[in-house]
T-cell receptor, first 110, second 116 residues
Framework: GNSVTQMEGPVTLSEEAFLTINCTYTATGYPSLFWYVQYPGEGLQLLLKATKADDKGSNKGFEATYRKETTSFHLEKGSVQVSDSAVYFC?????????FGSGTKLNVKP | DAGVIQSPRHEVTEMGQEVTLRCKPISGHDYLFWYRQTMMRGLELLIYFNNNVPIDDSGMPEDRFSAKMPNASFSTLKIQPSEPRDSAVYFC??????????????FGEGSWLTVV
């Protein structure tokens, strides 16, 4: 079947620290991969995506590379800000369904 | 452009009452999705529509839940009778096309339901 596994949170970092949130997936076929972000009290917003192997998605300083050989799509940012505090969801799509991970909460302290 | 609009944003109701959640998708979007989010189960797809027709309702938890889409700009999710375990955030989302080739879905801000 199709599924996404994310590292458990919360992840607590100081401002300007390096961020990695791990995501691995199981899929039949060739899914598209996404990172969504959810700020408190809001819906999910697309952060970045990649549609084929070796593609790199990037947005707002965040990056993730679609690694088919390791079935991974880890999220990285070189220098986090307090405003990045949110819950991050890794997801894949296959045949018109999104499969979301359980979410990783990020807390960034000043 | 306006995003996906949901109402009510917050609802507190007593067990046994009927609850109706409403959604207006982004204009021109052909697909509409209803999700439920809880701490225990994360995000679950309940049902989705294509051109107002329900395509997959396998995620609807039980007969107490029903969803309709009478036209391209409006959908409802109804719970009757409601139970405390239905307490969750219910999200509506829409997409322009099917989800192949990395097409994106756009979420509303959610309806926060508490059943007491």
């Amino acid at each position: 079947g199709n599924s996404v596994t994310q590292m458990e949170g919360p992840v607590t970092l100081s401002e300007e620290a390096f961020l990695t949130i791990n995501c691995t997936y199981t899929a039949t076929g060739y899914p598209s991969l996404f990172w969504y972000v959810q700020y408190p009290g809001e819906g999910l917003q697309l952060l970045l995506k990649a549609t084929k192997a070796d593609d790199k998605g990037s947005n707002k300083g965040f990056e993730a590379t679609y690694r088919k050989e390791t079935t991974s799509f880890h999220l990285e940012k070189g220098s986090v800000q307090v405003s990045d505090s949110a819950v991050y969801f890794c997801a894949l799509t296959y045949f018109n369904k999104f499969y979301f991970g359980s979410g990783t909460k990020l807390n960034v302290k000043p | 452009d306006a995003g996906v609009i949901q109402s009510p944003r917050h609802e507190v109701t007593e067990m046994g009452q009927e609850v109706t959640l409403r959604c207006k998708p982004i204009s021109g979007h052909d697909y509409l999705f209803w999700y439920r989010q809880t701490m225990m189960r994360g995000l679950e797809l309940l049902i989705y529509f294509n051109n107002n027709v329900p395509i997959d309702d396998s995620g609807m938890p039980e007969d107490r839940f029903s969803a309709k889409m009478p036209n391209a700009s409006f959908s409802t999710l109804k719970i009757q009778p409601s139970e405390p375990r239905d307490s969750a955030v219910y999200f509506c989302a829409s997409s322009l096309r099917d989800l192949g080739s990395g097409n994106t879905i756009y979420f509303g801000e959610g309806s926060w339901l508490t059943v007491v």
